[in-house]
Structures are given as C-alpha cells and as structure tokens.
C-alpha cells in the first residue's frame, strides 16, 4: 500500500516568512496529492491539491509542487499570517485510497 | 450545501462495549470514507464505502466494521472496545469513485474509552 512521509513534524517561522513542508510518497501508482489544513478542534479542510499530470499550482499565497521522478511534492506558504498556524496534513491517492502523513504543525510566531 | 455530517459529537463508552457512529454524506456524493486521528497521530485510512459496498479497509481488525445505506449515508460499528480506540472517527465523503474528486470531512465523533 501506499506510505506518505512528512517533514518537519513541527515548523515555526515569523510572520512574513514563508514556510515548507515536504511529502514524499511510495507508490508511484499515485495521482492525486491533496493537502489538508486542520485547527484545532475543527474538520480537516481542503486547501489545495493537485494532479499527475501538473508539476505546480498556485492559489494565492499558497503553492503545491510535485515531482513524479523522485515521488516526492511540497506545499509552500509566502507572507504568512497567524491564522496560518495549523496542521497541514500532506495526502497521496492510490487505488482510491487517501493515505495521509503524520502531520506539520505550523506556528507562526506575530 | 450542507456539508457532512456526523453523530454522535461525543460519545463515551467503557471496555468491551459497542460504538456505534454515523455520518451523512454531501448530497450527491456517493463515496463515504472513514479515519481515525488517535490523539497526536495523522489519519488512519478506517474504510472505504462507494455505492454501498465496502470497497476498501485499512490495517484494523475485524472488529472495526460498517456500512453504507441506500441514501448513501454510513454507520461505523465498533466492537469489544479498547481504550485504544479512544480517538476522533472522522468521515469523509466524495463523488463517485473515478472522478478523483476531493475528500470533504465532518467535523468527527469524538470516542473514549475507559
């Protein structure tokens, strides 16, 4: 089945910086990496996802990269804010699976 | 649109005993998924429902079950518990498999166990 690793498991940074997080994953069968935001107490929500056949997407401050080659993809976040702290949790899609990492728990110190 | 929608919010039980959650699916999708998010753990792929029939389940044993009701909506049973499984059972629904369509998550029953 499919395994998604994600790092870090904790990112702090100052507010206006930008943060990264980084997936890899292991069946190269996969072809949908979506990529959750979670506060605390709340649903997990969809904040952007992207498909084998685009290598990047943007949607305003945040961005998803992926590379098929090395299975790996990466979510970046520019100019962020405090509302950005959360955990983000990186998914890949396999056989109709959505198979999550651990999580990243951003911080974004004001 | 409402979105999916999940029962109990709570629910406490002791060791040995059944739980028994629900959830209701965005109208018009046909695929329910279930997850665990044991405390400072990520998603742990529960079960896979799409037009009924149980499609595909993660590493848990037998006594994690369910089902998916004509209307599309779900139940989880959970047998003989165990502390272990105290944790939030979140559902997620999506159109039909195939159309490699997002997940979108209920808000989760929170499950404990003593």
């Known amino acids: 089945g499919e395994n998604v690793e994600q790092h870090p498991s904790t990112l702090s940074v100052q507010e206006g910086d930008s943060a990264v997080i980084k997936c890899t994953y292991s069946d190269s069968a996969s072809n949908y990496f979506p990529w959750y935001k979670q506060e605390l107490g709340k649903r997990p929500q969809l904040i952007i996802d992207?498909?084998?056949?685009?290598g990047e997407k943007k949607d305003q401050r945040i961005a998803v990269t992926l590379n098929k080659t090395a299975k790996h993809f990466s979510l970046h976040i520019t100019e962020t804010q405090p509302e950005d702290s959360a955990v983000y949790f990186c998914?890949?899609?396999?056989?109709?699976?959505?198979?999550f990492g651990a999580g990243t728990t951003v911080t974004v110190r004001a | 649109e409402a979105g999916v929608t999940q029962s109990p919010t709570h629910l406490i039980k002791t060791r040995g005993q059944q739980a028994t959650l629900r959830c209701s699916p965005i109208s018009g999708h046909t695929s329910v998924y279930w997850y665990q998010q044991a405390l400072g753990l990520g998603l742990q792929f529960l079960l896979w429902?799409?037009?009924?029939?149980?499609?595909n389940r993660g590493n848990f044993p037998p006594r994690f079950s369910g089902r998916q009701f004509p209307n599309y909506s779900s139940e989880l049973n959970v047998n003989a518990l165990e502390l272990e499984d105290s944790a939030l059972y979140l559902c997620?629904?999506?159109?039909?498999?195939?159309?490699?369509?997002?997940?979108?998550f209920g808000n989760g029953t929170r499950l404990t166990v003593t």
């Open positions: 997620a629904s999506s159109l039909a498999a195939g159309y490699n369509s997002p997940l979108h």
């Open positions: 992207i498909r084998s056949n685009v």
């Open positions: 998914a890949a899609r396999s056989d109709y699976k959505l198979s």
């Open positions: 429902y799409d037009e009924g029939e149980e499609r």
